[in-house]
């Protein structure tokens, strides 16, 4: 199981940015994924999940309206479409994913064994 997340970078606040989240070593069409993030000197958080076989998506309500979680399958990739993006959204972002996990609620509340590196996002003028 491989995770490889990317698109990470330098953006001013109100702008836009799309991460991606490359899978190899399963199938996307099964288990959840969903992304996290961690700020600088917080805890990590999830901000968003996937039920890829059902496409039931979660959020957290705080997140609600600017991030957007999407799957390509036939790239068998994930992608994390952030609107808005506000300084507070600064940190490194990781895609992961539980292998015996199809819920996106349940796996944005866990702690996912399977991990990729993380991309790192800066929201500053």
Do not use: M
């Amino acid at each position: 199981v491989q995770l490889q997340a990317s698109g990470g970078g330098l953006v001013q606040p109100g702008g836009s940015l799309r991460l991606s989240c490359a899978a190899s070593g399963f199938s996307l069409n099964r288990p959840a994924i969903g992304w996290f993030r961690q700020a600088p000197g917080k805890e990590r958080e999830a901000v968003s999940c996937l039920s890829t076989n059902n496409d039931i998506t979660y959020y957290p309500d705080f997140l609600k309206g600017r991030f957007t979680i999407a799957r390509d399958k036939t790239k068998n990739t994930v992608y994390l479409q952030i609107d808005n993006l506000r300084p507070e959204d600064t940190g490194v972002y990781y895609c992961a994913t539980d292998l015996g996990q199809s819920s996106s609620y349940a796996l944005c509340h866990s702690s996912p064994p399977n991990w990729g590196k993380g991309t790192l996002v800066t929201v500053s003028s």
